[in-house]
């Protein structure tokens, strides 16, 4: 497991814990998707500039998770971003390569 997973499954056991003490399930639901895509915000601003690599995929994984959780919510959306990370290298595999800012990335949108 990679150090990019291991922080992906941390924030999503905290945000989920955060949104379950909301008695109306739709409020918590919206309130964790919320703090979840804040959290990749922040990653995006504070740790993303300091990588070397940048992502393979088009979009980029943080992109798709957060279009993840914005389609199917926090919990599947979470766990949709983590399979993505773990898939996330420059390694040749039978997805569709797309040219994106001058890069030649692999086409993933979310499902």
């Not at 814990?17 to 995006?44: N, T």
């Not at 393979?56 to 766990?79: D, E, M, N, R």
């Amino acid at each position: 497991m990679n150090f990019k997973t291991l922080i992906f499954l941390l924030l999503l056991a905290s945000t989920y814990s955060w949104g379950c003490a909301d008695p109306s399930p739709e409020l918590s639901d919206r309130r964790s998707a919320k703090v979840g895509i804040a959290m990749i915000d922040w990653y995006k601003e504070n740790i993303s500039p300091m990588k070397i690599l940048t992502c393979s995929y088009y979009p980029s994984c943080s992109q798709y998770t957060k279009q993840a959780i914005g389609k199917y919510g926090l919990v599947k959306g979470w766990l949709l971003g983590c399979d993505r990370l773990m898939r996330c290298n420059h390694d040749l595999w039978v997805y569709r390569e797309v040219k994106h800012e001058g890069e030649l990335k692999k086409y993933n949108p979310v499902p």
